[in-house]
């Protein structure tokens, strides 16, 4: 058993900043990648970033620039750090052990943390 438990979502004006971290149960988490996906009311899920066990990284073209995704390996977490946050930013947002090349998500997902955008 693999549980991923995320936090620091909350309410954000816009322009603000959140960053938020996504913790691992098992010390398997360096040899997988990991991502994290959001899914607002009315959209499917959608990938936000990833990031490979060897520290490779890709963004939806919606947050270029805006986010960072990063990992702690010894802290077997991964975070993402929100910049310059958007009303349409507002989604709950899980991490997920395993998503493939394409963005295809691996078997293993966080629990969800709220993230709104708004004045």
């Known amino acids: 058993q693999v549980q991923l438990v995320e936090s620091g979502g909350g309410l954000v004006q816009p322009g603000g900043s959140l960053r938020l971290s996504c913790a691992a149960s098992?010390?398997?988490?360096?040899?997988?990648?990991m991502g994290w996906y959001r899914q607002a009311p009315g959209k499917q899920r959608e990938l936000v970033a990833q990031?490979?066990?060897?520290?490779?990284?890709r963004y939806a073209d919606s947050v270029k620039g805006r986010f960072t995704i990063s990992r702690d390996n010894a802290k077997n977490t991964v975070y993402l750090q929100m910049n310059s946050l958007k009303p349409e930013d507002t989604a709950v947002y899980y991490c997920?052990?395993?998503?493939?090349?394409?963005?295809?998500?691996?078997?293993?997902w966080g629990q969800g943390t709220q993230v709104t955008v708004s004045s």
């Open positions: 098992r010390n398997i988490f360096s040899s997988y990648a």
């Open positions: 997920n052990l395993g998503p493939g090349v394409l963005g295809g998500p691996g078997y293993y």
């Open positions: 990031i490979t066990s060897g520290g490779n990284t």
